[in-house]
């Protein structure tokens, strides 16, 4: 059973940093690509950012030089670094594993931007 489990989510004023990290079980970690979503208040979940097992990234324009995600596979750990934060980016975060099926999900961790 895979379990994902989102941690570092917080209150952060407009301009600063937070990171977060998503710690997976369950399957073999260092295969599978990785990605983050955020949940707005009121939207639909839409994808930030992911790796694959070997590093390669792609990011949303949303979030592009803003964000970075990263992983240790030897943690088994997702992270993403988030700077430059800017109100709209409040939301649920979450971490999944886009190409797995069926698709996991946390419970997710709460970031808060104020303006």
């Known amino acids: 059973q895979v379990q994902l489990v989102e941690s570092g989510g917080g209150l952060v004023q407009a301009g600063g940093s937070l990171r977060l990290s998503c710690e997976v079980s369950?399957?073999?970690?260092?295969?599978?690509?990785m990605a983050w979503y955020r949940q707005a208040p009121g939207r639909e979940r839409e994808f930030l950012a992911q790796?694959?097992?070997?590093?390669?990234?792609n990011y949303d324009n949303s979030v592009k030089g803003r964000f970075t995600i990263s992983r240790d596979n030897a943690k088994n750990t997702v992270y993403l670094q988030m700077s430059s934060l800017k109100p709209e980016d409040t939301g649920v975060y979450f971490c999944?594993?886009?190409?797995?099926?069926?698709?996991?999900w946390g419970q997710g961790a709460r970031v808060t931007v104020s303006s």
């Open positions: 790796i694959t097992g070997r590093g390669a990234t």
């Open positions: 999944s594993l886009p190409n797995y099926r069926p698709q996991p």
């Open positions: 369950g399957l073999i970690f260092a295969i599978n690509v």
